[in-house]
């Protein structure tokens, strides 16, 4: 019994692991999206910026809110990756299956 109670442990570790990995993942990359769009206002390189960002996951493309933006103003950057259980468990976890994440910045720098 106690066996089975650390297999299941275990297997819970891995996919929480997993799973906040992918949004940290996801986190910077949102961040460095943003930077580059205050800064350049080009949606092109954010948009390269995000992908860099999140090589190896399966992402839906960054949403840049307001485009363009305003000297001194907000901008954000929204994005979200596809995530997977690696482990049976979690599904029963009720692990999303998309993680999202967004960062703000001041437009201009």
Known sequence: MLSWALVFL????????????????????????????AVTQNQQQADDAFVAGTAGLTCNGPNITPMPCTAGQPVTVTGSCAFSSATPLGDWLGLSPQVASSAVMRCGG
């Open 10 to 37: 275990i297997m819970g570790i891995i996919d929480l692991g997993r799973y906040f990995a992918v949004q940290q993942e996801i986190t910077h990359a949102a961040r460095e999206a943003v930077r580059v769009y």
